[in-house]
């Protein structure tokens, strides 16, 4: 199969997504980088596009431009990934979308419900594929996790515990022209949540896809811990799932000594699951009254889905890269489908997902401003 | 110094917290345990205290009895140790405390808010000593993470994160004979909270000592997942400190593979710190922007209330029954400075203490009824 | 039961062991210390004694005045504590055994082959117990990776690594006045295995005492590295076992970051088994093609000697000094059963298991005199 | 700059490593695969490469046709991926370097001596490079640890504890038809050396690559617990290094619950490092009489060295294939500076490391068969 021909809009200089993105597209050797609007003007696009090795006249200034140009060349891209700050996801994906481009969209959807709802729309009314990168749905042990509750191994699931600290933020870097922090604290870029959308939607999500349940309302308790920080930096979220499950839910980037501390448990009427980001070869299962149980990448006791989602033997770690190359390597078999008129089943992360994650960021601003009150998603 | 002359109340055959009280006053070798009201029957009673080298005469059928006896001895009890279920608490303490018998009683205070207030008052009143045996307070790298806090290590806090997950109760043990799930279970003899008061007054306990904040809102979402247990067996907590700090608190008995895992994680302006039960001899100090420091019990960076709390070397773990055993040694130094007339400082938790427990518990499960809402303590 | 007298030899001052000794002799209660040739004079000794409230009459300014004295006494000493440096061993050990006194020793059994083979001699021809206080056999997950392996859980051993890393000496200690460190490194007093014959030989107690394998032979090399140290401070070993199986052993006093880390390793034909002294209440357990389980103290799949050996339940941290209790709490089985004329089975050290140790530390400094050929125990 | 042209010898189906170089070589973007003589015949090698995308005529049925007619083509191979059995390493890598392509080899060098030594003569009468895949030298804690010991952070090198243990080989495999196993126990395709080539020069390498020392001698003792095995599955090394360094190194391939542990421990006068290649992104470096320190990938305290060769911020786990394509990135910098006459420093495993491998394992075979006697290498 040829490999896939992929844009990209943001990811220039100093965007630490649009790197990930571009080793993610590589590592299984299924897409080929061709055409990007990676910076804000045309020239810095192509400066840009230069050190990827880019062709000139396939480095735009905007994304518009490129959607248009690229939908009518013989050898457009086929799919563009979106990596831009928030605010400009609605935008351009409405763009590929209409002309049939697939997208690969990065989290949250966009900065406001209504650009999310517009983008549902969108994405529904076209033809192409929206993939959304809540990439750690990718990595092996998430997959396993989500099959072996699926599958009953821990039971009826009562107990949800979400967490998602970070550090980074812990001093007012937006105020030091630290370019990242200036953004995702930013209302008119990000939205209405800070961390909260930022990681806090990492969490929610990851909760839901391994649990496979709905959440139904939640209360929220948002802090802005650094002086004059516009967007939150510290979530504590109670949840409550429909049919009884209760959680929580905890983000923060300001938590000294996280680094990237997304973390999942699980417990069930029979037994538990537990994994962490940072050691993501692992998985923990502690069936109730048993031995707990430590089960590995590709080791004894893999699930179908752990292996699916493994490319090395068990014991040489995979890591964040290869999660999200997960992402990219499942949608270039969606693309390759599509291609071919078929639409097979898949794990990857939807428009919908996109929108429930927007939902889980607007009811937690709303809860919080609502001095925690309990509100419905 | 001769030892203490120590009397216990509850602590028979089955029940697992006598013993522990009877290694942690041992340990140190500042005790001896001459009376026993450990049964609820005199026959039983005497049983379980031959079994323990008890004279028989010395073995009661109640703690009244005891009290009003050995008050009258020339050689009688000094202190006595209440280890009964929740609700005992009170009338016991009362009967000692006004004949000016030490008492070390074990948490919660009590098992309503109406006895609470009325212990504190007779501890009040008493000329002796109240120890509460909130033990976790015990653990040397406990006492290291509270001075670092005092001493500014970590800056101002921010965010506090406690959780005390069990699993022994996954399944309804209380109907299937286990004495201990049944009295824990049983609002009569436990109070109106179950895993809260149990073990959730723990996590709180543990959060004020280590913090120094005073809590002054909670918003607790209280489930009894197994059916018809009459107590909670899950309890999540939004906290909100003076000061601004803010906090969740979980506790569970339900979450399969966590045995005792009480574990507490405090972030401030310039650092963190994290200890987990089950591993005490560790804690994790994490100064922003540095690397992350892991700190031993006695070993290189330890505070001097580390190394006061400290019996061995490092590398030689000390655990739970240490910990505990430090509560019964500071007491000792408390009941001999109370004979000598001195007041010394100490770190011991307090009927105050206590008390703060119980309104932890009783607001817990007031905002629980309310759907969840904020209450003040 | 009535408490067993118990006297000690050594343990004053500066002396860390016999506080170890003296814990652990009172965790289960069942001894009771009333006299002590603690120090190195009589005046010494009675300061010592009267800080741990013995009367001053039964504290002796040696230990062969005390064996007399005590020996003459009606209610003398039962059993005897040696916790001296390893050359005093012998000569009070024979003093009580020759009395009939039971004698508790520290390891490594003597200070030379030649006392050893004496004490041997004394402690068959005595009726008194001998009992060497190799602890780390006392934890609950080395009883239980002892059975594990009798049962064969993992099947045939082949492969057996064991490790004791210290850092303690990694500086000239000994020329700083550091009393633990000068009579640690003294031929004179410890023998000719200064770090071998410290905590080499408990590594290598542990080895045998949980595969049950007999040593036939190895190759050592050992060094001090340390500017004018006289005794060896880093041990590297090659074993070959009777059967087949084959080893490593490595310990250290030079290995900074190492408390102390005793650790051993065991593969066999099915399955592997590993444990770590700092982290004691877990062994790992890998059988062969299925899961890792991390077994606990107390917990599920735990085995009778590992719950025999447990006072508390799981996730309530054991420590060193409850598994040197275990060799104290099984000793005193074995001095009741002695005083009815019983000799019951039991796990402790014996002087045999010391005469071993003795072997083992003669044939490293006897293999690495000879560049570190091969050596026959 | 364009792409560097890359050919593969070996890598058809059902070999891992070959698919592991072809990620490698993709991660950064700097290879294009494009020929390749990936099977045992030209009909096999079309199907393997026709999966990987590879034009049918620049696959071939053996390397010396492959290099002869790569050479020839105006756009022919600029690199060479070699990932064979052992024994096809020196004739294949012979044959381009002759031709002036460069080489990039998996290890261990060669399957004899004798050929070891051939090939450092080709690729010193070569104007090509030979880049050996030692690629556990590729992580950035790696070679955040050289750094550090060659800045003094730990003071001069006292001890060594290499480990490599597996278990893949714990039941005969190579009698059940798994080719992995077949050719890695086969003397005529992997060399004299089972085990100990396999895995153990991977842990001799990195000794060396982290501590700069020179192994003077060794004495090995390895064995074949397997029955029928011809190769060594269980090694036991002690090392003497130049200078006074001793170490001691253990690979296995029957230590169930081991996928794939190698270790690395060294302790220098003033401090240690301790790093495990299952858990890539953490270094622990104790100073002696300090706290222990973890440090992590691009955090805090990373040397210069380890966010060179980082891509993603901490927290986000890089693994084992980013430790490998950090080799092909280095190697692709080496030979653009070839090709414009530069020779610039590098940290890449050269044909001279690959002797020095070779050394190893003939030293350990020699000792090994001489009752593990001291050997010079």
């Not at 939908?71 to 928030?86: H, S």
């Not at 209360?219 to 004059?228: E, H, K, M, P, T």
């Not at 893999?302 to 290869?322: D, F, K, Q, V």
Request: hydrophobic share 40%.
């Amino acid at each position: 199969m040829a490999r896939i021909r992929l844009g990209m809009v943001g990811g220039g200089n100093d965007a630490f997504i649009g790197g990930v993105h571009r080793i993610a597209a590589r590592i299984d050797g299924r897409y080929e980088l061709v055409a990007g609007a990676l910076s804000s003007t045309a020239e810095k696009s192509k400066a840009s596009g230069a050190a990827l090795g880019l062709a000139s006249d396939r480095c735009y200034g905007d994304f518009a431009e490129m959607a248009k140009r690229e939908a009518r060349l013989k050898d457009g891209i086929q799919a563009v990934a979106i990596v831009t700050p928030n605010h400009v996801h609605f935008p351009a994906a409405r763009e590929f979308l209409k002309r049939g481009i697939h997208v690969i969209c990065d989290k949250p959807l966009t900065s406001t419900m209504a650009d999310a709802k517009k983008l549902v729309a969108a994405a529904e009314k076209s033809d192409a594929l929206f993939v959304l990168t809540h990439n750690y749905t990718g990595y092996p042990m998430v997959r396993q996790a989500r099959q072996m509750i699926a599958e009953g191994a821990i039971g009826r699931v009562r107990v949800v515990q979400a967490e998602y600290p970070q550090d980074w933020l812990t001093k007012p870097l937006e105020g030091e022209g630290v370019k990242q922090a200036e953004w995702r604290t930013d209302p008119a870029r990000s939205g209405a949540g800070g961390c909260v959308g930022d990681i806090g939607t990492h969490a929610f999500n990851l909760a839901g896809f391994v649990t496979g349940l709905e959440l139904e309302s939640l209360a929220a308790d948002l802090d802005s811990f650094v002086d004059g920080r516009r967007l939150d930096d510290n979530v504590n979220v109670m949840l409550r799932y429909a049919g009884g499950a209760k959680g929580m839910l905890w983000s923060s980037q300001v938590a000294p000594g996280n680094e990237n501390g997304l973390k999942l448990r699980v417990y069930g009427e029979d037994g538990g699951l537990e994994w962490t980001q940072a050691d993501p070869n692992y998985l923990w299962f502690t069936p109730y009254g048993q031995p707990k149980q430590l089960l590995t990448r590709g080791g004894a006791g893999a699930t179908s889905s752990n292996l699916e989602a493994s490319r090395i033997p068990p014991g040489h770690p995979e890591g964040y890269l290869e999660g999200f190359a997960n992402i990219y390597n499942e949608a270039a078999d969606l693309i390759e489908a599509a291609s071919e008129g078929r639409k097979p089943e898949h794990l990857l992360p939807t428009v919908q997902d996109g929108l429930a994650g927007m939902k889980f960021i607007d009811a937690c601003v709303r809860s919080s401003a609502r001095n925690a009150a309990w509100v419905t998603l």
